[in-house]
């Protein structure tokens, strides 16, 4: 009935009651569950957990923020999408919201230094070359991803945090040779049209059943039936009426329904919408 399109299964939080969440899935309605790849290792976790559990599939990658020591991600990804098992690459993107630069301003030190000429301490200067090395190691890794799901013939879950335009300009030249779906969206309707005029998805949260997610719920009330995705992005973003808990993949319902509400229409009829798109977006039928 419903596919949770964005989990993390991998993480320790759901180690002591895995057996459990499955079946709270099945429960709900939730038949399908993608576990999400941030890491080399944890892309390893999440094939091994859809290789054990006929209702996984995984996508393997390595996240913007990842502490990752490879420079090179195609090989390791390349050998984990052997597995019949990965539906897609990701999550990858761009995330520049603690920049090098960001977190030394935080610091105490640096506001008691003396300025120079240019207004600028000597740590701020450093922290802002850091903020290109940063950038840069971030885009190395985007770009070696959607390279490789070309590759593959694999689509791309994307993930960005303010680093919007940035993300769409390296998306660009790969227009008609992937789709990309933008989890945890979050943006406005000009945001979504621009990332479908591309010829890509969006995923929502549980951030549509929130009280300050009115935003978030007007623009999945106006895209297309078939541009949109559902997810949990669990442990994260738990809707009400469990935030501050462990979100988990039950709770894809939870935010079906919710836009359904807000479309004026029946869950089933959402939920059969979603997974049709997420059945011609992810590849689970490898072969």
Same mark, same amino acid.
Request: negative net charge; hydrophobic residues 40%; glycine residues 8%.
């Given at each position: 009935?419903?596919i949770d ?6 993480? @320790?939080d ?7 969440v ?7 309605g !939730? ?15 999440? !094939? ?15 996240h @913007? ?13 390349r050998? +984990? ?5 990965? #539906?897609?690459?990701?999550e ?5 919201h ?11 030190? =640096? ?5 120079t +000429?240019? $207004? ?13 090395a940063? *950038? ?8 070696q991803?959607?390279? +490789?799901?070309?590759?593959?013939? &694999?689509?791309? !879950? ?5 680093a919007w ?5 390296m ?6 040779? &992937?789709?990309? !779906?933008?989890? %945890?969206?979050? $943006? ?6 621009? =990332? ?5 998805l #969006? ?5 549509v059943?929130? *009280?300050?997610?009115?935003? #978030?719920?007007d ?11 559902v997810?949990?992005? %669990? ?8 935030? $501050?808990?462990? %979100? ?11 836009i359904?509400?807000?479309? $004026? ?10 997974t ?6 992810f *590849?689970?039928?490898?072969?």
């Open positions: 009935m419903l399109t964005h989990a993390h299964l991998d993480y @320790p759901f180690a002591p009651d895995f057996g459990e499955l079946g709270r899935a099945t429960d709900a !939730v038949t399908r569950i993608i576990t999400i790849g941030t890491s080399i290792a944890s892309s390893q976790r999440a !094939v091994e957990l859809a290789e054990a559990h006929s209702n996984v599939y995984a996508v393997i990658g390595v @913007p923020t990842s502490d990752e020591t490879a420079e090179d991600v195609m090989a390791p990804l050998e +984990l999408a052997q597995s019949r098992r990965v #539906v897609a690459i990701g990858t993107g761009l995330d520049y603690r920049l090098p630069s960001a977190e030394a301003a935080k610091s105490k030190n =640096v506001q008691v230094f003396a300025r +000429l240019q $207004g600028e301490t000597q740590e701020e200067i450093v922290a802002g070359l850091d903020d290109g940063y *950038k840069a190691r971030q885009a190395s890794w985007f770009e991803q959607l390279d +490789l799901a070309v590759e593959l013939g &694999l689509n791309a !879950v994307i993930h960005q945090r303010d335009r940035d993300t769409l300009e998306m660009r030249p790969y227009v008609g040779k &992937l789709r990309g !779906v933008f989890h %945890c969206f979050g $943006g406005t309707a000009e945001d979504a049209q621009e =990332v479908l005029a591309g010829g890509h #969006v995923s929502f949260t549980g951030i059943t929130f *009280k300050n997610g009115v935003g #978030v719920r623009v999945a009330a106006q895209l297309p039936l078939d541009s949109f995705m997810e949990t992005d %669990c442990p994260y973003l738990a809707p009400t009426p469990f935030r $501050g808990k462990r %979100c988990e993949p039950a709770h894809t319902r939870l935010v079906a329904e919710a359904a509400n807000t479309r $004026g229409m029946l869950l089933e009829d959402l939920a059969r919408s979603t049709a798109t997420a059945e011609g977006f *590849k689970f039928n490898r072969r």
